[in-house]
Antibody, heavy 119, light 106 residues
Framework: QAQLQESGPGQVRPSETLSLTCTVS????????WTWIRQPPGRGLEWIGY????????SYNPSLKSRVTISVDTSEKQVSLKLTSVTATDSAVYYC????????????WGEGITVTVSS | DIQITQSPSSLSAAIGDRVTITCRTS??????LNWYQQKPGKAPQLLIY???NSQTGVPSRFSGSGSGTDFTLTIDNLQPEDFATYYC?????????FGQGSRLDI
């Protein structure tokens, strides 16, 4: 059974780059879209974007597109998120999730990591 | 972007009740609509995919219906562990979008 675990710094300074990693265990990465979603404190879910397991299939939320990059490393079984030029509005719980292409739904989620943008 | 209007934003119910949550999308999405349950401090969990299909392990009291622009999540015989926040999500087109959430309280 697949398990996802997010890791990275819990605090990032304004204007710097937020970098997170999601490590996949218990299953293959093949055939899935690897997705990042975030949730600001007390608010709803926002889709950040995804990348296909083999690369070349990325899509990003237009609201973040100029600042975000998602990449997949199948040899390390990791998915990374980079978000540049962060501000306080980027403070959120960040989740990685697996999009099942058979069901077009996110069937496995990480537990999430809280990131605060503050100096 | 496809907008989703989810209602109600909050509702109160009792053990054993039946509740219904609805999502309406700004354009037709066929059946590319999923439902998730989120408990405080936890990640969302998939309940229903492609509008009406139950994820493995989800109790049968959860059901989904709809197509096009109107969708419904129904929970029969509410149990204590069902009190949570529920989100719908469209996977028809990118950017994928979520409803605003429905908080279910006792």
């Amino acid at each position: 059974q697949a398990q996802l675990q997010e890791s990275g710094p819990g605090q990032v300074r304004p204007s710097e780059t937020l970098s997170l990693t999601c490590t996949v265990s218990g299953d293959t990465m093949l055939g899935y879209y690897w997705t990042w979603i975030r949730q600001p404190p007390g608010r709803g879910l926002e889709w950040i974007g995804y990348e296909y397991y083999g690369g070349g299939g990325s899509s990003y939320n237009p609201s973040l597109k100029s600042r975000v990059t998602i990449s997949v490393d199948t040899s390390e079984k990791q998915v990374s998120l980079k978000l540049t030029s962060v501000t306080a509005t980027d403070s959120a719980v960040y989740y990685c999730a697996r999009l099942d292409t058979a069901h077009y739904a996110m069937d496995v989620w990480g537990e999430g990591i809280t990131v605060t943008v503050s100096s | 972007d496809i907008q989703i209007t989810q209602s109600p934003s909050s509702l109160s119910a009792a053990i054993g009740d039946r509740v219904t949550i609805t999502c309406r999308t700004s354009q037709s999405i066929s059946t590319y609509l999923n439902w998730y349950q989120q408990k405080p401090g936890k990640a969302p969990q998939l309940l229903i995919y492609l509008a009406s299909n139950s994820q493995t392990g989800v109790p049968s009291r959860f059901s989904g219906s709809g197509s096009g622009t109107d969708f419904t999540l129904t929970i029969d015989n509410l149990q204590p562990e069902d009190f949570a926040t529920y989100y719908c999500q469209q996977s028809y087109s990118v950017p994928q979008t979520f409803g605003q959430g429905s908080r279910l309280d006792i």
